[in-house]
C-alpha cells in the first residue's frame, strides 16, 4: 500500500511538472514525424495480466509491432527524433501514465511482451508477483542493450539465450529483496545516468 501511494503521488506530480516537456515532444514528434504521436503495445503485468504499455513513437510505423512481435536489435527503423528520445530516455515519460493507472510502478522489473514471457514460464510467474517498472536494475546494466544487439549477427538467439536469462534473474533478486529504500537508490541512479548519456 504505501508503494502504492508513492508511485501514485509521484507519477501525478511528476505529470504535472514535466507537462511542459510532455507537450514539447509530442508537437515535435507530429512535426517530425507524423502521427500516431504515442506507441502502445501490449506487455504482460502483474499476475500475467495483460496490459497497454504506452510510450512516445520513436520509430517509423508498421504493423505487428503493437501485438507481441520484437524486433531485437533492429534500429533501422528509428527515426532522427527518435534517436534522441531514446538516449535521453524522454520516449519513456508516458509510462507515467500507466503507473497512474496502476498497470506498472516507477520501480520494478521491465514488462515483457507475451512472445518473450511464454520463453521462461515458470521464471515469469515469480517475477509477475509484482508489478512491473519504468526502470529496475537490469534497465541500468542493460541501457545500452539495442546497440549490443543490433552488432549480433544473430539477436534473437542473443536475447533468449543470455540477456533474457539475466535480466529474469535480476527481476527475481528484486522480487526478493525489494523495498522502498532500494527503489529510491534505483531511481537516483537511473537520473543520474540519463544525465550521463
Known amino acids: 500500500m504505501i508503494k502504492r501511494f508513492f508511485d501514485f503521488t509521484a507519477s501525478l506530480m511528476g505529470l504535472i511538472i514535466i507537462c511542459p516537456v510532455f507537450m514539447a515532444t509530442a508537437v515535435l514528434i507530429r512535426l ?14 502483474k ?6 504499455l504506452i510510450k512516445f513513437r520513436s520509430m517509423m510505423v508498421t504493423q505487428g509491432t503493437e501485438m507481441s512481435e520484437f524486433e531485437p536489435g533492429n534500429l533501422g527503423r528509428v527515426t532522427p527524433i527518435g534517436r ?11 509510462q507515467l501514465l500507466n503507473v497512474l493507472k496502476g498497470d506498472m510502478s516507477l520501480v520494478g522489473p521491465r514488462p515483457e511482451v507475451k512472445k518473450w514471457v511464454a520463453v521462461y514460464p515458470e521464471r515469469w510467474a515469480v517475477v509477475h508477483s509484482v508489478r512491473p517498472g519504468i526502470t529496475d536494475p537490469s534497465s541500468l546494466i542493460y541501457r545500452k542493450e539495442e546497440e549490443l544487439l543490433a552488432d549480433s549477427t544473430e539477436p534473437e538467439k542473443v536475447y ?16 526478493r529483496e525489494n523495498n522502498i529504500f532500494t527503489d529510491f537508490a534505483i531511481i537516483v541512479k537511473t537520473v543520474f545516468s540519463v544525465f550521463k548519456s
Open 160 to 175: 533468449q539465450e543470455e540477456i533474457l536469462p539475466h535480466k529474469l534473474a535480476l527481476y527475481e533478486e528484486y522480487v
Open 84 to 94: 534522441f528520445m531514446r538516449r535521453t530516455k524522454l520516449d519513456e515519460l508516458p
Open 47 to 52: 499476475d500475467g495480466r495483460e496490459f497497454q
Open 32 to 45: 517530425f514525424s507524423g502521427p500516431p504521436v504515442f506507441f502502445r503495445q501490449t506487455r504482460v503485468g
